[in-house]
Every structure is written in C-alpha cells, then in structure tokens.
C-alpha cells in the first residue's frame, strides 16, 4: 500500500513528478494540494448549503478531517455526515426511502450548483455558460465580489479593464466565465 501511494504521488494532474528535483516536486505537489482544497471546501459549502435547505444540519460549516481519503493532492474530495448512528432517530431516518431520496437529491443539486458556479476550464458546463453581470451595490468590495463569483481579482480587473481594485456603486462588472 505504500509503495502504491508512492507511486501514486509521481503523477499530479496528469503531470509526472519523477524527473524534476526535490524542491520542485514539493513546490508542485503543495500547490496542487492547496487548489485541490480550496476546490473541496467549495463543493462541500455547496453541498452543505444544499443539504441545509433539505434537512437539519448539526453545524452549518464545513468540518475538516485528517483522513487520507480528503489528502489526494490533485482530485477535490468531500465526507458527508448524512446522520449520526449514535442517535437512534438518526440512526432510523437513515432506513427511510425518502431521506435517502431528499438526501441524495440534496447532495446531488451541491455539486451541481457548484460546477455551475465554477466550471473546470474547457469542460461542457464552461462552454455553455453565459457571461455572468453584476452590479455594484454599496459596501462592495472588488475582492468580495470576486470571491462571491469563486473568481480570481486580477481576472475581474483584467476583464473589465480596471486599473486597481476602485470600483463605485452602479457600476456593471463581466464576471469572468473561467
């Protein structure tokens, strides 16, 4: 098992690992790792936000954990608490047909909502997705607006031609489609 992990490490997104030199190596994998996080975190809020308009949620954050199965540096992955077994009427919901049906459907329509939301480059979604305008309401900022988007700032400013982060109530910005 780990010798197939290693292994397993030597390519990251589709990019092999074994001929750079160490620091490289470690430099690429962290920075794939931190976008793979940051990918995870936001379909798990998605899937979170989802869930909460279907069911009761015990915390209304995004936990993190430890487990190797949420550590793959270049594939997002989630755990989803449905219900808790320690609770007898959790543990029985969990048996119910229509909280298996709700709670799928629920977890289904998050990722969804977040792969339409954010598209990977160059997929089916991203090609379909029509340009995206907002106004500026008063207490915006550039950076919250970019981030509401789940885009980067500079390619807010770059698309709209802005020349630093000012930007006044009223204004229509293009949201960047990837």
């Known amino acids: 098992m780990i010798a197939q992990g290693e292994n397993a490490s030597d390519l990251v997104g589709g990019v092999s690992l074994n001929d750079k030199d160490d620091l490289l190596t470690s430099v690429l994998l962290d ?10 975190n936001g379909i798990a809020q998605s899937i979170l936000d989802s869930i909460g ?31 808790f077994i320690s609770n007898p009427t959790e543990e ?14 629920a977890i289904a329509r998050g990722i969804k909502n977040y792969f339409y939301r954010s598209p990977p480059p160059g997929t089916w979604i991203a090609s379909q997705r029509q340009s995206t305008r907002h106004v500026v309401a008063r207490g915006e900022t550039l950076g919250g607006i970019a981030n509401r ?8 400013r770059q698309v709209n031609k802005l020349p630093n982060d000012v930007i006044l109530v009223g ?6 489609t990837s």
């Open 31 to 40: 920075l794939s790792q931190s976008a793979t996080i940051q990918a995870s």
């Open 53 to 83: 308009k279907t069911a009761k949620v015990h915390k209304p954050h995004v936990g993190r954990a430890n487990f190797l199965v949420l550590k793959s540096p270049d594939v997002p992955s989630v755990l989803i608490e449905t219900a």
């Open 92 to 105: 029985k919901r969990l048996t119910e047909r229509e909280f298996q049906s709700n709670m799928a459907k």
């Open 149 to 156: 988007y789940q885009v980067t700032l500079s390619s807010l």
């Open 171 to 176: 204004t229509e910005l293009l949201i960047p």
